[in-house]
């Protein structure tokens, strides 16, 4: 949301507090982790949803950089909070089915495709004062997580004292986490410039822009839906690896196409980067089936944010040279994810009978 206030603004040290927050996320959420790894916290979820929110709803209001960065700060660690324990009670809900997961992805992916077009009618009506209005949503959303928790009821604590079943992959955890950062970079740089990048191909306004951004979100929701649906049939690793082969020409027509059909590129590239969201999560649980927290902390906190520290090396190369030039770079990125997914195998699925249900074996790496 961040990047999406500085690309209606313009504001340069959106930038800097896109990167303070990424770069907070990125430390911290590996180690609500590990904690969650020890004890189930599901009380966490609603508390940080409301602390991710209310920072982002001060960040306009605060009156200094420093009270700026503060609040940015509470809204980092509200979403480092929340990913891990979120990804753990979800997985207990789910069982193990991978449409479950998707939908559980989809909800955060529709946040982030509504998100642009929510600070841009706050901003554009009322301006940067107007931004505390954007605590309604976290509200909501705190409201919508202790409901889920008390409706889940003793599920969700009983799962941290379980054993687990199997042992820890870090090998394979770990090429999975060098494809997700190679993701997170692209995802990131299109998410901080596309907008501005649109505009520029087009000759388009602000709303030109925005449209562009709701495209890369909305297609990235409904691309999450696909992929676990498609995991079901087909086996994880396959869907991931597919989605990553997918990227590398969508992100090479979105760069290179000019006029109109770039949307046609934004969407085909949303579908590629979102179709193995889901399943990144699931396959870190089930590589590290004994620490289930720790992976979902990296896999939806540190490899995701270190893309928003991508951010800044890509405006600087902008500035240097053309934003152009600065994304041609993101055309690789998704080949050498692609090519550290060779030979990944599929893991068993672990920890509950229903998980049996999962998708098939992938039957050879490719």
Do not use: K
Request: proline share 6%; with cysteine.
């Amino acid at each position: 949301m961040f990047g999406t206030v500085r690309q209606i603004i313009g504001s340069g040290p959106g930038v800097r507090r896109t990167t303070a927050a990424s770069l907070l996320s990125s430390l911290v959420q590996p180690l609500f982790g590990v904690l969650t790894d020890r004890w189930a916290m599901p009380w966490l979820l609603p508390l940080s949803a409301l602390a991710a929110g209310a920072g982002v709803a001060l960040s306009g209001v605060t009156g200094s950089y420093a009270l700026t960065l503060a609040v940015v700060a509470v809204s980092g660690v509200g979403v480092a909070a929340y990913h891990p324990e979120a990804a753990r009670v979800a997985r207990v809900v789910a069982q193990g089915r991978h449409t479950a997961m998707g939908w559980f992805s989809f909800g955060g992916n529709a946040g982030f495709a509504l998100a642009p077009l929510l600070v841009f009618a706050v901003v554009a009506t009322g301006g940067l004062r107007a931004s505390p209005l954007l605590v309604v949503p976290a509200l909501a959303g705190a409201a919508l997580c202790a409901a889920a928790v008390r409706s889940a009821g003793s599920g969700t604590r009983s799962a941290a004292a379980s054993a687990a079943v199997g042992e820890d992959d870090w090998g394979s955890f770990l090429r999975l986490s060098g494809a997700v950062v190679c993701r997170s970079v692209v995802f990131v740089g299109l998410g901080t410039f596309v907008a501005l990048y649109v505009r520029e191909r087009t000759g388009g306004g602000a709303a030109a822009g925005t449209a562009a951004l709701f495209v890369l979100y909305a297609g990235g929701a409904a691309g999450t839906l696909a992929g676990g649906r498609l995991a079901e049939r087909y086996g994880r690793t396959a869907v991931v690896r597919r989605s990553y082969a997918l990227t590398v020409p969508a992100v090479a027509g979105l760069v290179l196409v000019p006029g109109p059909p770039v949307y046609l590129f934004v969407a085909l590239t949303s579908a590629g980067l979102y179709m193995p969201f889901s399943l990144h999560i699931t396959l870190g649980q089930d590589f590290l089936p004994r620490r289930a927290g720790t992976a979902s902390g990296v896999t939806l906190g540190l490899a995701v944010s270190v893309g928003g520290l991508a951010a800044p090396a890509l405006g600087a190369l902008a500035d240097a040279t053309s934003l152009r030039s600065a994304l041609l770079p993101l055309i690789a990125l998704p080949a050498l994810g692609r090519l550290l997914l060779c030979g990944l195998r599929e893991p068993a699925p672990q920890g509950t009978a229903a998980a049996e249900r999962s998708g098939p074996r992938d039957p050879a790496a490719r």
